[in-house]
């Protein structure tokens, strides 16, 4: 068992820290919150009084953290150059890829091994250990990092050079947010036409529209299976977070001169959603409110 410092023990490291100490690490935390931090001693893990502190004689590094400015202020001032040349460093937050290919670059540049992994799966599969990795990354730094992530994790994935994990999931999430969109203004659509909800949802779950947010993950109460949408929207993935993810898609694609018509869309809609009408704390598949007139004015 090894060494692991882990910094940034929000809604989701809290959960993965705790993961990593039940499997028997040594884990030494550090978050500037006090609570996040009695938390983590509370499930096993050691507090340290600063990232320095925490990192200065570990074996791997883990971080998850809001976004990139934090991993880059964490990463430049407390890690590189902190933490043993040996250590694997880890950073699980979701950031945009120019960040999470510069870090690991410097990274790199001071003989570190150094891997993006960003998760797909919330607080639930944290907590859970069933997290998705997907990480991108050098094959000796991947091979480094999965033993950690298989231990909080169900799935890890090798998703390409350093950077290609950020890379895949914000794609994946644009795809998600621009289908969630479509599958709302389907079912508000099929009903004005008169079909029943549930008769739709069988039909479209075995015909070609079949997708992950009907299927799944239905933005409709009392259709297909318990969602979401049965608890009032509560719980899930934000809405804010959506749009966050999407924010980063458009970043990305604009970066490289991608055309996301699909993808801004979906972006406008959850600006909309997430803060002019204030439902960024609902489930994104709440969108599905803004979108039947019965509830607000578009
Ligand atoms: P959170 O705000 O609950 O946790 C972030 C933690 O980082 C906080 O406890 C904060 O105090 C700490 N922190 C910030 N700056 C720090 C610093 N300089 N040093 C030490 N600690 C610092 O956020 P979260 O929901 O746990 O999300 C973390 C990351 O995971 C984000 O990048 C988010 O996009 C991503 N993510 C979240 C979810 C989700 O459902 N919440 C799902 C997938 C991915």
């Given at each position: 068992?090894?060494?692991?410092?882990?910094?940034?023990?929000?809604?989701?490291?809290?959960?993965?820290?705790?993961?990593?100490?039940?499997?028997?690490?040594?884990?030494?935390?550090?978050?500037?919150?006090?609570?996040?931090?009695?938390?983590?001693?509370?499930?096993?893990?050691?507090?340290?009084?600063?990232?320095?502190?925490?990192?200065?004689?570990?074996?791997?590094?883990?971080?998850?953290?809001?976004?990139?400015k934090h991993?880059r202020e964490v990463?430049?001032t407390?890690?590189?150059?902190?933490?043993?040349?040996?250590?694997?460093?880890?950073?699980?937050?979701?950031?945009?890829?120019?960040?999470?290919?510069?870090?690991?670059?410097?990274?790199?540049?001071?003989?570190?091994?150094?891997?993006?992994?960003?998760?797909?799966?919330?607080?639930?599969?944290?907590?859970?250990?069933?997290?998705?990795?997907?990480?991108?990354?050098?094959?000796?730094?991947?091979?480094?990092?999965?033993?950690?992530?298989?231990?909080?994790?169900?799935?890890?994935?090798?998703?390409?050079?350093?950077?290609?994990?950020?890379?895949?999931?914000?794609?994946?999430?644009?795809?998600?947010?621009?289908?969630?969109?479509?599958?709302?203004?389907?079912?508000?659509?099929?009903?004005?036409?008169?079909?029943?909800?549930?008769?739709?949802?069988?039909?479209?779950?075995?015909?070609?529209?079949?997708?992950?947010?009907?299927?799944?993950?239905?933005?409709?109460?009392?259709?297909?299976?318990?969602?979401?949408?049965?608890?009032?929207?509560?719980?899930?993935?934000?809405?804010?977070?959506?749009?966050?993810?999407?924010?980063?898609?458009?970043?990305?694609?604009?970066?490289?001169?991608?055309?996301?018509?699909?993808?801004?869309?979906?972006?406008?809609?959850?600006?909309?959603?997430?803060?002019?009408?204030?439902?960024?704390?609902?489930?994104?598949?709440?969108?599905?409110?803004?979108?039947?007139?019965?509830?607000?004015?578009?």
């Amino acid at each position: 068992m090894a060494r692991v410092a882990f910094i940034g023990l929000g809604n989701m490291g809290g959960g993965m820290a705790a993961n990593l100490a039940k499997a028997g690490h040594a884990v030494t935390s550090f978050d500037l919150s006090e609570a996040a931090l009695a938390k983590a001693e509370g499930n096993g893990c050691t507090r340290a009084a600063s990232a320095e502190e925490a990192v200065k004689d570990a074996e791997a590094v883990v971080t998850m953290l809001p976004a990139g400015k934090h991993v880059r202020e964490v990463y430049e001032t407390s890690v590189i150059g902190k933490a043993p040349a040996s250590a694997i460093l880890i950073d699980c937050s979701t950031i945009d890829v120019a960040t999470a290919r510069e870090e690991i670059a410097k990274a790199e540049s001071a003989g570190y091994r150094m891997v993006d992994a960003p998760v797909s799966g919330g607080i639930a599969a944290a907590d859970a250990g069933t997290l998705t990795f997907m990480v991108g990354g050098a094959d000796e730094a991947f091979e480094a990092a999965r033993p950690y992530l298989d231990q909080m994790g169900k799935a890890v994935i090798h998703a390409g050079a350093g950077g290609a994990g950020q890379g895949a999931k914000i794609c994946n999430n644009m795809l998600l947010g621009a289908s969630m969109v479509a599958t709302c203004e389907t079912f508000i659509l099929a009903q004005k036409l008169g079909l029943d909800a549930q008769t739709f949802f069988d039909i479209a779950s075995k015909a070609s529209g079949q997708c992950w947010s009907m299927t799944t993950y239905c933005p409709l109460p009392g259709v297909g299976p318990v969602t979401p949408a049965d608890r009032d929207y509560e719980g899930g993935f934000a809405a804010a977070l959506m749009l966050k993810d999407l924010r980063l898609a458009m970043e990305a694609a604009q970066s490289v001169d991608s055309y996301t018509p699909m993808g801004a869309a979906a972006e406008e809609l959850y600006t909309r959603f997430a803060e002019s009408l204030g439902g960024g704390g609902k489930d994104f598949s709440g969108i599905i409110k803004m979108i039947d007139d019965s509830w607000t004015a578009r």
